[in-house]
């Protein structure tokens, strides 16, 4: 079994773990970054980017190239049934870019690969990450090279096998590899369970018109539901599954493009789209044309005990989940990766103490603790209406960032950090 070395090894090519590459290799860093997949995502599943993650961006000289791909949402309307309860209006942020922006998750990691590339660093695809040996100054990753193989004689199907075998030593080891993490257990990191899952099903479609220019999230006694406006006349319903009656009728996350082709199963899709919707949202009027897409996925509210231990960091997904609406864990994953580099080029650079990244990991989890209402959370204050004092726990994962830019829209709906 062959081994290579680097100076740090990155699992994981979603967006958060294309950034973590290209912030080290842009930093002098040899960085190694491995996904068992085989190509970027082709949908959009984290769709919404922070004011401050455009300014991270901004930073780098991405924003604007992300800007041109996506779509500006200022306002944020909650609402309970047909009525228009609460909305918040980014554009009362400060800062220089003062919206959410809406885009396919496919289109913000082909620009990263893009500049990975450039600053002479790729991704090795279809690579996944099996086993670590932690060392006291090195972590030594054992990775499987994987390709694809046809099986079968009457009905031939396509398989997944290993091809090779080798390992990778590198000083420091990063897992952005999602809330299915193989790193994360591999480095003995608990994970927590610190709420109840909850299921959704989203669903991207056509519209015979326009959409609103806002985002519209449905708060009502029972469920949490959001209306993406994505452009061009397509939007996206998240609704929270409450009963699992529809159980299996949502194809799995694909990273192939792929489109719901069968008539008698678009068209029952479709009508059950437009059934829940009128049935949560009654202002929803427009009618449903087709749906591109469709998809299940289960959301649990799970902080990891610890960002990492010694040589292995996590990230993202790998280290904390919650839910959809809000697209927390995805963009707070951007500014983790960016204070998590910082420290690996201090340690790596200028011999810096690795006591350095036990900073990192007590102020993430103190900025995640409070996110989750571990901590603090939001209160209501005197003038808040009963509808935002009943909800103020289920606002807060709903609310596009994190320290000051979430205060400041707490504040618009008459809610604070506590």
Not at 243 to 253: C, E, I, N, T, Y
Not at 269 to 296: G, L, M, N
Not at 302 to 316: I, K, P, S, T, Y
Not at 319 to 336: C, D, I, R, Y
């Amino acid at each position: 079994m062959r081994q290579t070395q680097t100076e740090v090894l990155v699992v994981g090519a979603g967006p958060v773990g294309l950034w973590t590459a290209l912030l080290l290799a842009e930093s002098g860093i040899e960085v190694t970054l491995i996904d068992r997949e085989a190509r970027t995502t082709a949908r959009s599943y984290a769709c919404a980017l922070h004011p401050a993650t455009l300014r991270l961006l901004d930073r780098y000289g991405l924003a604007e190239s992300v800007i041109e791909r996506g779509r500006r949402v200022e306002t944020i309307a909650f609402y309970d049934g047909p009525k228009r309860q609460a909305e918040l209006h980014l554009s009362k942020l400060p800062g220089e870019f003062p919206f959410l922006l809406i885009l396919p998750q496919s289109a913000l990691e082909g620009l990263l690969e893009q500049r990975l590339r450039a600053a002479d660093a790729s991704v090795h695809w279809h690579h996944r990450f099996e086993d670590l040996v932690l060392e006291q100054e090195s972590v030594t990753a054992v990775i499987e090279e994987l390709e694809g193989t046809s099986t079968g004689y009457i009905v031939p199907h396509w398989e997944t096998v290993v091809k090779n075998r080798s390992t990778i030593q590198a000083q420091f080891l990063v897992g952005a590899d999602g809330h299915n993490s193989m790193v994360r257990p591999r480095a003995h990191l608990e994970y927590e369970r610190v709420g109840d899952s909850e299921a959704f099903a989203a669903f991207e479609f056509e519209t015979e018109e326009p959409s609103a220019d806002e985002l519209r999230v449905v708060l009502d006694d029972a469920s949490t539901n959001v209306l993406w406006p994505l452009g061009d006349n397509h939007c996206r319903w998240t609704f929270q599954i409450l009963r699992q009656d529809f159980k299996g009728d949502f194809p799995a996350k694909e990273r192939r493009s792929v489109r719901l082709a069968e008539p008698t199963v678009d068209e029952r899709i479709r009508q059950y789209v437009q059934k829940v919707a009128q049935e949560r949202a009654p202002w929803f009027s427009s009618h449903i044309k087709k749906v591109d897409w469709c998809t299940e996925v289960s959301f649990e509210r799970r902080l990891v005990a610890q960002f990492g231990r010694e040589r292995c960091w996590l990230l993202g997904d790998a280290a904390h989940q919650t839910g959809p609406v809000g697209v927390q864990s995805m963009n707070l994953g951007f500014a983790e990766a960016n204070s998590l580099a910082t420290v690996l080029k201090k340690i790596l650079r200028e011999a810096a103490p690795l006591d350095l990244l036990e900073t990192h990991n007590l102020a993430w989890q103190k900025e995640w603790r409070s996110l989750l209402g571990l901590s603090g959370g939001l209160k209501p204050h005197g003038q808040a209406s009963d509808w935002i004092s009943k909800r103020a726990s289920r606002v807060l994962p709903c609310l596009p960032g994190y320290g000051l830019d979430l205060a400041g829209m707490a504040k618009q709906l008459q809610l604070a950090p506590a």
